[in-house]
């Protein structure tokens, strides 16, 4: 069953601070297949960024730290690999989106330029012309006019600058693309546009995503799998069907679709979970979830659950054993 | 390195586990914001050295009195034991006039964190409400404000000290508004800046939002969120003026003798200085660690208040 | 019902607010004419730049408005002096988008709670203050030993908690909530929320709640404001908007919210094509023409205003005269 692109197991992330250490990833298992659209989700502090980080080997140097865990990536044994190695996966196997596109592009460059250079590491043999004319391709792909590649950031508006920042994220063709929040930064209605662009270049180039994202809409529009994050580790996944429908369900992601205001419903009182996410230096014994869970059971309190799987869909719950 | 301290993390994590396990939930003690603070600085060995430093100087210096006699071993000129190597008696020896070269420095050392602290002090008043006002009205009155300080910071600093003290005469106090002189637009400078910059955080329109008046916004508000990068001027201001107060000692426009002073000292002795050379030395080492201490201090409590140069 | 039940609490009449920039004039709030009626909530919805954070700052007069009109129950307060302010600013209040931004980073929970009794004098003596500060931190959900706590040693949702006391310390009847959860996380936002509701309710408040969220707005609101930049294109009841909305511009806002359900995965994602324009100098005619697909050359002509399609229903649009 090794077709997985992404491979991710037993992860542990701990960032290490002067008087206590953070526990941002506790366990974590993940399978991506090529071509796959995975939506990580969770709220703040869950640590869905600190994964993406880890993947990319990314952490910061002298305070993340990896105590378990592998990832394997397209059979590149990640957290092995030497700062080299990385620099030659990053950009050309795997990349990156932030959030926040004001901040990730270089205000002293042109887009052009900023294209170029990822081009230029990966492809240290191409000439000027075979590089533009690459170029102008990435810009019409993203939706924007070639002509525009002599322009600087400040230039272009909040949804055209994530537009550019995709395309250098796709520029060297990418198997796995990791997406951190894309949209949130951007208006309802550039985050459509932005949505429509990537849910295109998803069947036309046939990328794998990682799309991390506390917004269930998004993921409804443009993912394939779910995983639900808490506390740094995965409390349930599965297929969109899975997730989106049906009664068997972790009481937190019960919690989070109670929290979303429905459009369509005339609900007056929203229903979400009471309580904070847990601080990680100082995690619950036993679940996690178990201070805020309206459904606790004496277990819960003691024994972290293991991951029940039915038909591929995995909710990590005392309430949902198989012998039930 | 990147392994050991890997494995240094490994470890805590597997003791932490074990912990939990055992069904225990080990406290973590919340320290206060200022204890945090504290920490942050303290891990800057040379910040720590230097504010160490400083508390011993000012330490013996304030307390000298104590320990040595002002007029017998500072002023009393001694010719019979003039010129003496440094011995147990006298750890620095003696200079010219057969005065005690350590107490002098010691004296000295009081005269220089006078000026240098009280001149900071008086300046760091005056600049801030300059700066404040300046920043918080804007308009006409900022620039009206900060084009007047503009032409005391055109004219070089040890220039316009030398003319307030040709005009003036020597002495402390007016050594001191020398100093202030030109210390004044320097403070004025940095605190507008930051004044400027804490001014349009929402905290502030939430204050005018129920009615506050100005000053109290300057006064409560704007003020104390601003007050870091203006501590961290101000220590190295110190440093400065001590030294400012040297050089014109050093001319003869500064403190006159034959009350110790380091700038004078250097004076003094360098005519002699092929031959004895403690004369200089000591003067100069101590002026040396006196700036060093507080622009060491400086740059950890800047360190220390900007969390994001944390680890 | 007596005359004095129907006088809206709030009113503004073809306010505006224009700033002078290096390239022109920017028309942040161009003629808004908008009615809040007492103990309701009107969402005002829109996106970056249409002006909707300006307005709520000009209703208050933290931003003096260029023109225009604002009345507070029934009296205009353009006129007032900085004294006259000072006494509305009790009934007027704003709780603000950042928590991190909007709270003195020096003070603590309690005294930030306090500050606008004590800037206001309306309590005196220390105890009663106290007394006070607690009884409103309890109101918000705040625990009794966060009393001395730091905003930058609580989470968001604590913070904004805070912004909230600190806005009822006054006792107000009328809050302009500036995005007031939107740098929240979703189960946060819910909480918050709902307290805001729960409070309308005991206190009888009336909320303008400035927003880019329609699903958010949808729950707390009575009537909604949809503006485009610096103009108000559409004002409905909040049923209204949601089944019924008219303006090309809300409906493509509506359609563009994804939504969480896998039944409407596979529908195809409308989008407006294109970007706002500027609002330096804007041309005249409808300022949403160039990227409506149902735009006609009468939209690029004239002044729009809002006009009434039906009973508690205005749209600003060519479509409909």
Not at chain 1, 19 to 48: H, I, M, Q
């Amino acid at each position: 069953m090794d077709n997985s692109l992404l491979k991710i197991e037993d992860l542990q992330v701990v960032y290490s601070t002067d008087d206590s250490l953070v526990f941002a990833v506790n366990g974590l298992d993940l399978d991506l297949a090529p071509g796959e659209t995975l939506g990580l989700v969770g709220e703040t502090g869950a640590g869905k960024t600190t994964t993406a980080l880890s993947i990319m080997g990314l952490l910061p140097d002298r305070t993340g730290f990896v105590t378990r865990g592998k990832i394997t990536l397209d059979g590149h044994d990640i957290l092995a690999s030497s700062e080299a190695e990385l620099r030659g996966i990053r950009g050309k196997l795997v990349s990156m989106i932030f959030q926040d596109p004001m901040t990730s592009l270089n205000p002293t460059m042109t887009v052009g330029d900023q294209i170029k250079e990822v081009l230029q590491v990966h492809n240290p043999d191409a000439d000027e012309a075979q590089l533009q004319a690459r170029i102008d391709e990435l810009m019409e792909l993203v939706g924007l006019p070639a002509a525009r590649k002599i322009e600087y950031p400040h230039q272009f508006s909040g949804g055209m600058k994530q537009r550019i920042v995709i395309a250098i994220a796709l520029a060297c063709e990418p198997k796995l693309l990791l997406a951190d929040e894309p949209t949130t930064a951007l208006d309802v209605t550039i985050q459509a546009q932005v949505l429509k662009l990537m849910r295109n270049l998803k069947e036309k180039l046939n990328t794998a995503m990682l799309l991390i994202t506390h917004d269930l809409g998004v993921v409804a529009q443009i993912c394939d799998k779910v995983a639900i994050m808490y506390a740094g580790e995965i409390i349930e996944s599965g297929t969109i069907e899975q997730i989106y429908t049906g009664e068997r369900h972790h009481p937190y992601t019960k919690g989070l679709f109670g929290a979303i205001p429905n459009l369509k419903e005339k609900t007056r009182r929203l229903h979400p979970v009471e309580g904070l996410m847990p601080d990680p230096t100082n995690l619950p014994l036993g679940c996690a979830f178990h201070p805020r869970c309206a459904q606790c059971l004496e277990v819960c309190r003691n024994c972290a659950p293991a991951a029940h799987l039915v038909d591929g869909h995995m909710v990590k719950c005392h309430l949902y054993k198989e012998d039930r | 390195m990147k392994k050991t301290d890997l494995q240094k993390v490994q470890a805590r994590a597997a003791e932490y586990a074990k912990l939990r396990e055992a069904g225990i939930t080990p406290e973590r003690k919340k320290r206060s914001a200022k204890m945090d603070f504290f920490m942050r600085f303290a891990k800057n060995r040379l910040a720590l050295f230097g504010a160490a430093l400083f508390i011993v100087m000012a330490l013996i210096a304030f307390n000298a009195d104590n320990f040595f006699d002002y007029e017998s071993q500072a002023i009393f000129q001694n010719m019979s034991q003039r010129l003496l190597k440094p011995s147990a008696e006298h750890i620095f020896g003696t200079d010219e006039y057969g005065r005690d070269i350590f107490v002098r420095i010691v004296y000295g050392a009081r005269i220089s964190l006078f000026v240098g602290l009280g001149t900071v002090l008086s300046s760091m008043l005056l600049g801030c409400l300059i700066g404040a006002v300046a920043a918080y009205y804007g308009g006409k009155v900022d620039n009206l404000l900060m084009r007047t300080m503009d032409i005391f910071l055109a004219v070089p600093s040890s220039l316009m000290a030398i003319c307030v003290v040709a005009a003036l005469g020597t002495g402390i106090f007016k050594l001191m508004i020398a100093l202030a002189i030109s210390e004044v637009p320097r403070f004025s400078r940095v605190v507008r800046s930051s004044v400027l910059g804490t001014k349009g955080q929402e905290f502030i329109e939430a204050a005018k939002a129920c009615g506050t008046r100005d000053l109290r916004i300057i006064i409560r508000h704007i003020l104390p969120n601003s007050m870091g990068p203006i501590i961290v001027q101000a220590t190295t201001n110190v440093a400065r003026c001590v030294l400012m107060i040297s050089s014109l000692s050093f001319i003869g426009l500064g403190i006159p003798s034959p009350t110790p002073e380091w700038g004078s000292m250097l004076s003094e002795g360098r005519t002699l200085m092929r031959y004895y050379p403690n004369l200089v030395i000591f003067p100069g080492i101590a002026l040396m660690m006196t700036a060093l201490s507080f622009y060491s201090i400086g740059d950890g409590l800047r360190d220390a208040m900007d969390p994001r140069l944390r680890n | 019902m007596s005359a004095a039940n129907t006088t809206p609490l709030l009113e503004t009449r073809d306010l505006k607010k224009y700033f002078k920039t290096p390239r022109g004039l920017l028309h942040a709030v161009d003629g808004v004419s908008l009615t809040i009626p007492r103990g309701t909530t009107l969402g005002v919805v829109g996106e970056s730049g249409c002006g909707k954070s300006t307005l709520g700052r000009t209703v208050l007069r933290l931003l003096e408005p260029t023109s225009g009109d604002i009345l507070y129950n029934g009296e205009s307060i353009v006129g007032k002096n900085a004294e006259e302010m000072r006494e509305m600013r009790r009934k007027m209040q704003i709780i603000f988008q950042d928590p991190y931004a909007s709270l003195n980073p020096r003070m603590n929970v309690s005294q930030l709670i306090a500050e606008p009794i004590r800037v206001c004098h309306t309590i005196r003596g220390e105890k009663a203050i106290d007394e006070k500060v607690q009884e409103l931190m309890k109101t918000v959900g705040l625990a009794e030993r966060l009393y001395k706590s730091y905003p930058h040693e609580l989470d968001g949702g604590r913070r904004q908690r805070i912004g909230i006391a600190r806005a009822l310390a006054l006792d107000p009847e009328f809050i302009v909530c500036d995005e007031p959860v939107s740098a929240l996380d979703v189960s946060i936002q819910a909480q918050i929320l709902n307290l805001m509701m729960d409070l309308q309710e005991e206190r009888g408040l009336t909320y303008m709640f400035i927003t880019h969220n329609l699903s958010v707005v949808k729950h707390i609101s009575s009537q909604i404001a949809v503006m485009y930049l610096g103009q108000c294109v559409e004002w409905a009841d909040v049923d209204e908007i949601f089944e019924n909305p008219k303006h090309p511009y809300t409906q493509s806002l509506l359609a563009a919210i994804p939504v969480a359900s896998v039944s409407e995965r596979h529908r195809e994602i409308e989008t407006i094509q294109g970007e706002v324009t500027s609002p330096i100098d804007p041309k005249p005619g409808c300022r949403f023409a160039p990227r409506c697909s149902k735009a006609t050359p009468a939209c690029y002509e004239g002044t729009l205003t809002l006009r009434s399609v039906s009973e508690r229903h205005s749209v600003a649009c060519r479509l409909y005269e």
